[in-house]
């Protein structure tokens, strides 16, 4: 099981003569360390594999050994060898000693090819972004697509809304309640646990777990950190909850959309629109099973229009395209692209009931969008949509 255009990219590079270290980021179980070994076994080169996935067990020194052990491998016929660093954010300082030892090898015009994977984009990305500016390239692995997941493992379009695009859990979803559990404590929970709490400063834990869960609740909808604080039992000021959406957001769980404001500047997550980043997340963590979830309109229309939402979060990584929604008193666009100066305004029919009007004519006039899309409906029908690379619709 690999994805395609990943698998392209990172073998391509690694056969490319010595430059970069290559860094696999991305969410939990979508994939990244079986890339990363499929890949390794089609360059026929000399390889070590290390995982640093057990917090506090590894020193910085067992880096360095891991390093040291790679660069034996080094031998005549082989002028090249490849080390997989798993989880390399949890090594204290790593970043520090990678770029001791890459620049030391870069002198010695030894040729090691590095790649380095890690489960929380927000906190590699700092290390890199810190230590390593100029000598990485950053390959975001993202939640598996519709399309992915129908090559796979020949599921339909109601099992991908429902089940979302988490390969490792494919296998369970005959035993639904066994599914459930293996979303809630080998990802959400490890998730939270692992690559949040246990890396960052989190005043209040159970307050970002609270928030977690409840914007899987409210996926899909407005609500103001005001309104929000009214919900949690452990409630922060808007400073923090700002805060903690955006490590849950990293992690590859849930994510607080912006609302667009044409040339105005900007504020930041006054009302933020939630979105799961993988549907999996809201069907595990709700009362419904599949057959249920496809017999309560309004709940099936919050999976549909969460099933869009994802595609788009998890398809602009590493794009120059940006995602808000849009909202003017009553009137609402469930999501906007933009990309330079053109706006795409996407309106999702999807059976769920909904609180406001669609502001589609009224952001036609106002902002003057270069593509307006109907999905769902009368419009463009929802397989379809979930296979249409976010690009194109920018396209003449």
Same mark, same amino acid.
């Given at each position: 099981?690999?994805?395609?255009?990943?698998?392209?990219?990172?073998?391509?590079?690694?056969?490319?003569?010595?430059?970069?270290i290559q860094a696999l980021v991305g969410p939990r179980q979508v994939g990244k360390t079986t890339l990363a070994l499929q890949i390794i076994d089609s360059l026929k080169l000399p390889s070590h594999y290390a995982s640093a996935d057990e917090i506090g067990?590894?020193?910085?020194?067992?880096?360095?050994?891991?390093?040291?052990?790679?660069?034996?491998?080094?031998?005549?016929?082989?002028?090249?060898?490849?080390?997989?660093?798993?989880?390399?954010?949890?090594?204290?300082?790593?970043?520090?000693?990678?770029?001791?030892?890459?620049?030391?090898?870069?002198?010695?015009?030894?040729?090691?090819?590095?790649?380095?994977?890690?489960?929380?984009?927000?906190?590699?990305?700092?290390?890199?972004?810190?230590?390593?500016?100029?000598?990485?390239?950053?390959?975001?692995?993202?939640?598996?697509?519709?399309?992915?997941?129908?090559?796979?493992?020949?599921?339909?379009?109601?099992?991908?809304?429902?089940?979302?695009?988490?390969?490792?859990?494919?296998?369970?979803?005959?035993?639904?309640?066994?599914?459930?559990?293996?979303?809630?404590?080998?990802?959400?929970?490890?998730?939270?646990?692992?690559?949040?709490?246990?890396?960052?400063?989190?005043?209040?834990?159970?307050?970002?777990?609270? *928030?977690?869960?409840? %914007?899987?609740?409210?996926?899909?909808?407005?609500?103001?950190?005001?309104?929000?604080? %009214?919900?949690?039992?452990?409630?922060?000021?808007?400073?923090?909850?700002?805060?903690?959406?955006?490590?849950?957001?990293?992690? %590859?769980?849930?994510?607080?959309?912006?609302?667009?404001?044409?040339?105005?500047?900007?504020?930041?997550?006054?009302?933020?629109?939630?979105?799961?980043?993988?549907?999996?997340?809201?069907?595990?963590?709700?009362?419904?099973?599949?057959?249920?979830?496809?017999?309560?309109?309004?709940?099936?229309?919050?999976?549909?229009?969460?099933a869009i939402g994802a595609y788009l979060i998890n398809q602009i990584v590493g794009k120059n395209i940006q995602l808000f929604y849009w909202r003017e008193e009553h009137q609402e666009v469930d999501f906007i692209l933009q990309s330079g100066k053109k706006?795409?305004?996407?309106?999702?029919?999807?059976?769920?009931?909904?609180?406001?009007?669609?502001?589609?004519?009224?952001?036609?006039?106002?902002?003057?969008?270069?593509?307006? *899309?109907?999905?769902?409906?009368?419009?463009?029908?929802?397989?379809?949509?979930?296979?249409?690379?976010?690009?194109?619709?920018?396209?003449?």
């Amino acid at each position: 099981m690999i994805q395609r255009e990943n698998y392209q990219i990172v073998f391509k590079r690694l056969e490319e003569p010595r430059h970069f270290i290559q860094a696999l980021v991305g969410p939990r179980q979508v994939g990244k360390t079986t890339l990363a070994l499929q890949i390794i076994d089609s360059l026929k080169l000399p390889s070590h594999y290390a995982s640093a996935d057990e917090i506090g067990l590894y020193p910085i020194s067992w880096l360095e050994q891991q390093w040291e052990t790679t660069r034996l491998l080094i031998r005549p016929p082989h002028k090249s060898a490849i080390l997989v660093l798993d989880e390399i954010q949890k090594i204290n300082e790593w970043s520090t000693l990678v770029k001791r030892l890459w620049d030391e090898d870069t002198r010695k015009k030894r040729s090691l090819k590095v790649l380095v994977l890690g489960s929380a984009p927000l906190l590699i990305q700092h290390g890199l972004s810190e230590s390593l500016a100029g000598r990485f390239e950053m390959i975001p692995i993202r939640h598996w697509t519709y399309k992915e997941m129908q090559t796979a493992f020949q599921w339909n379009i109601e099992q991908y809304i429902y089940y979302g695009g988490y390969p490792g859990a494919a296998s369970l979803i005959q035993d639904e309640t066994r599914w459930k559990q293996y979303i809630i404590n080998s990802l959400i929970e490890t998730t939270i646990s692992k690559d949040i709490l246990s890396l960052s400063v989190i005043q209040k834990p159970a307050l970002l777990r609270q *928030l977690f869960y409840l %914007g899987c609740i409210y996926s899909g909808q407005i609500l103001s950190y005001q309104k929000l604080t %009214g919900q949690l039992q452990d409630a922060g000021n808007t400073t923090t909850l700002s805060h903690y959406l955006d490590l849950i957001s990293a992690a %590859g769980l849930i994510c607080g959309l912006n609302k667009y404001a044409g040339q105005r500047i900007r504020q930041r997550g006054s009302s933020p629109k939630f979105q799961v980043q993988n549907t999996a997340l809201l069907s595990a963590t709700s009362a419904y099973t599949f057959v249920e979830a496809q017999q309560n309109r309004d709940f099936w229309g919050r999976l549909v229009e969460s099933a869009i939402g994802a595609y788009l979060i998890n398809q602009i990584v590493g794009k120059n395209i940006q995602l808000f929604y849009w909202r003017e008193e009553h009137q609402e666009v469930d999501f906007i692209l933009q990309s330079g100066k053109k706006l795409i305004a996407i309106e999702v029919k999807s059976g769920k009931t909904k609180e406001t009007l669609s502001g589609i004519e009224v952001f036609r006039k106002k902002f003057k969008p270069y593509r307006l *899309l109907l999905v769902g409906g009368q419009g463009i029908q929802i397989e379809q949509f979930l296979t249409t690379p976010v690009e194109k619709w920018f396209l003449d």
